[in-house]
């Protein structure tokens, strides 16, 4: 089984950027969809963007198109999560997960990593 295990949260001011990773280990990285969720405090975690297996798909939440940007390198067994114009409404524990066939929605996903906290000041 894949295990995940996210990296590059931290704190930054309005406007700036970050770069999440997630590093997967086992043999079969690439035969899993990859997805980015986040959970704000006091709120439910929430679908963020996504990535196909092979890397030729993406789907972003609304709220983040053409501020975020999801990828992956199968190579490395890295999928990554690009925030740019941050906004202190971004602030949440950001996870990655993955799914084996169907990745449309959060119960689809069936490895999770632990978390990483993102926080966005003002």
């Known amino acids: 089984q894949v295990q995940l295990v996210e990296s590059g949260g931290g704190l930054v001011q309005a406007g700036g950027s970050l770069r999440l990773s997630c590093a997967a280990s086992?043999?079969?990285?690439?035969?899993?969809?990859m997805g980015w969720f986040r959970q704000a405090p006091g709120k439910e975690r929430e679908f963020v963007a996504a990535?196909?297996?092979?890397?030729?798909?993406?789907n972003y939440a609304d709220s983040v198109k053409g501020r975020f940007t999801i990828s992956r390198d199968n190579a490395k067994n890295t999928v990554y999560l690009q925030m740019n114009k941050l906004k202190p409404e971004h602030t949440a524990v950001y996870y990655c997960?993955?799914?084996?066939?169907?990745?449309?929605?959060?119960?689809?996903?069936?490895?999770w990593g632990q978390g990483t906290q993102v926080t966005v000041s003002s």
């Open positions: 990535v196909s297996s092979s890397g030729d798909t993406t």
């Open positions: 997960a993955a799914a084996r066939v169907r990745w449309g929605e959060s119960d689809d996903y069936d490895l």
């Open positions: 086992g043999r079969t990285f690439s035969r899993y969809h």
